[in-house]
């Protein structure tokens, strides 16, 4: 499946879908606005922000939409309703089987990005992952935090706590297993800065295609952390046109071969679409819009 963020930059801002008057503002404001049916709108005005978010998209929005729960009457009239209006790109909340990305994939032909929050999808993230309906996945870790228990995702200076840290890491590493597109999750502490920044360098350095926003004040950060270097880009430019075709090659004093070329050709990837603006590209068929 071609990667739906290969020529998106990286900051997805959420927008509640019971406000419309916040949709247009959403999508200039960062690379991908994520219109949410779930947890950010109050359950007696979702049926309300299906509408609002259907006659976006069928009006020609570009937007990715996170449906309710697959499993519930309201995530399947959901998706339905998505469907017909046109939806292009869904986030799936809190999946813990390969069964439920089947049944969305039933009712959809739009990409689907697989969101693991409860110990049981974490347990799935294998069979998740390499679900062929699977464009991208991601992981909340406030959700899996009420789900185990636990008082705090963070320790006293920010860093996540091991249990959430370790999710983290074996998500990248799934997601590489299956060729597909790693995004992280949001940072909810909104008072403390720097822990936005640290959060967004640490993802863009460890593989990450992009990071969600609740705010718009984080797509700066984000599209900062994950902005490579002038430099980076200059030299993986000169080492990718003298490569050619691939093949080990002498560069400015280094041996590289293919791995190498392969992280070049990421970093330029990364670098045209933290500058190529806003705007969902694209479906399962090739993902164009």
């Known amino acids: 499946m071609t990667d739906p963020f290969a020529e998106t930059g990286p900051a997805l801002l ?51 939409v996170r449906p309710n729960l ?22 799936l909340p ?14 959809t032909d739009a990409a689907l990005i697989a969101s693991v ?28 935090a009420a789900d185990m228990g636990a008082r705090a995702v963070r320790d006293g200076q920010g860093v996540l706590l091991s249990p959430f840290a370790h999710i983290r890491d074996r998500l990248l590493i799934a997601a590489a297993a299956h060729g597909k597109a ?13 822990v936005i920044a640290a959060d967004a360098a640490s993802g863009a350095m460890l593989g990450f295609r ?7 004040a984080q797509v ?31 560069f400015e004093g280094e041996m590289v071969d293919e791995p190498m070329l392969r992280r070049a050709r990421r970093l330029v990837a990364m670098h045209r679409a933290v500058l190529g603006g806003p705007g969902v590209r694209g479906d399962r068929r090739g993902m164009r819009q």
């Open 70 to 91: 697959p499993t519930s009457e309201r995530g399947r009239a959901d998706i339905v309703a998505l469907a017909a209006a046109g939806a292009r790109l869904l986030l």
């Open 210 to 216: 992009a990071k969600f926003a609740i705010h718009p």
């Open 94 to 107: 809190k999946t813990e089987t390969a069964q439920e990305i089947a049944t969305v994939a039933a009712l």
């Open 182 to 194: 790693a995004i992280d999750t949001v940072t909810a502490e909104l008072r403390d800065p720097a």
């Open 14 to 64: 959420f927008c509640p879908g019971d406000r419309p008057e916040r949709f247009d503002k959403a999508v200039a404001a960062a690379d991908m606005a994520v219109l949410d049916l779930e947890d950010g709108v109050a359950a007696p005005r979702r049926d309300e922000a299906r509408m609002a978010v259907c006659d976006f998209l069928s009006r020609g929005g570009r937007a990715a």
């Open 117 to 144: 929050e409860t110990a049981r999808g974490a347990l799935a993230l294998e069979e998740i992952c390499a679900h062929p309906a699977v464009a991208a996945v991601s992981w909340g870790p406030y959700d899996l």
């Open 220 to 250: 700066a950060p984000i599209r900062a952390a994950y902005a490579p270097p002038a430099e980076d880009v200059a030299r993986a430019e000169r080492m990718l046109e003298q490569a050619g075709q691939g093949g080990a090659v002498l």
